[in-house]
């Protein structure tokens, strides 16, 4: 359950960060830790 309210919560931040220019990285660590 806790898998497929992550999906929709991620999908935005991933926008945000990638527009924002972010570090992916950082992204990619905190979507293994919510996983």
Same mark, same amino acid.
């Given at each position: 359950?806790?898998?497929?309210?992550? #999906?929709?919560?991620?999908?935005?931040? #991933? !926008? !945000?960060?990638? $527009?924002?220019?972010?570090?992916?990285?950082?992204? =990619? $660590? !905190? =979507?293994?830790?919510? !996983?």
């Amino acid at each position: 359950m806790s898998s497929f309210v992550t #999906i929709p919560f991620v999908q935005p931040v #991933i !926008a !945000a960060t990638s $527009r924002s220019s972010g570090p992916t990285t950082s992204l =990619h $660590r !905190a =979507h293994s830790s919510l !996983a």
